[in-house]
C-alpha cells in the first residue's frame, strides 16, 4: 500500500520561510515523479512544484525563485522549501506521488498559513 505523509507545515510570517516534507512509503521510491500542490479555500488545486527520479524540476510561475523541490533517495522523502513567503502562499499543501505514468496517489495535506 503506497502512503505519502507530510510533515512540517505551520504558521509563518509574511517573508519568512518554512519546509514541508513528504515520506513515501510502499513502492520503489526512485520510480516516482513527485510534486507538491496547494489548495487555498475556495480555489482548485494547483501544482506548485514537480521533480523526476533524476533530479529535474518544475515551478509554477508565482513560486519561481522562491520555492525549492528537492527528494532524498536514500531517506524516501522530497521536500519543499518555501522562502519569501506571502500571504497569498496560504492553502493546504499536498505530496503527490506518480507511478509509472498512471497510478496516482496523494498524501492527506498539511496546512501553511503566512500571516501579514
Known amino acids: 500500500q503506497v502512503q505519502l505523509v507530510e510533515s512540517g507545515g505551520g504558521l509563518v510570517q509574511t517573508g519568512g520561510s518554512l519546509t514541508v516534507s513528504c515520506v513515501v512509503s510502499?513502492?520503489?521510491?526512485?520510480?516516482?515523479?513527485l510534486g507538491w500542490y496547494r489548495q487555498a479555500p475556495g480555489k482548485q488545486r494547483d501544482l506548485v512544484a514537480t521533480?523526476?527520479?533524476?533530479?529535474?524540476?518544475n515551478y509554477a510561475d508565482s513560486v519561481k525563485g522562491r520555492f525549492t523541490i528537492s527528494r532524498d533517495n536514500a531517506k524516501n522523502t522530497v521536500f519543499l522549501q518555501m522562502n519569501s513567503l506571502k500571504p497569498e502562499d496560504t492553502a493546504v499543501y499536498y505530496c503527490?506521488?506518480?507511478?509509472?505514468?498512471?497510478?496516482?496517489?496523494w498524501g492527506q495535506g498539511i496546512q501553511v498559513t503566512v500571516s501579514s
Open positions: 521533480i523526476t527520479s533524476g533530479g529535474r524540476t
Open positions: 510502499g513502492r520503489p521510491f526512485n520510480f516516482f515523479l
Open positions: 503527490n506521488g506518480l507511478l509509472w505514468g498512471k497510478e496516482n496517489y
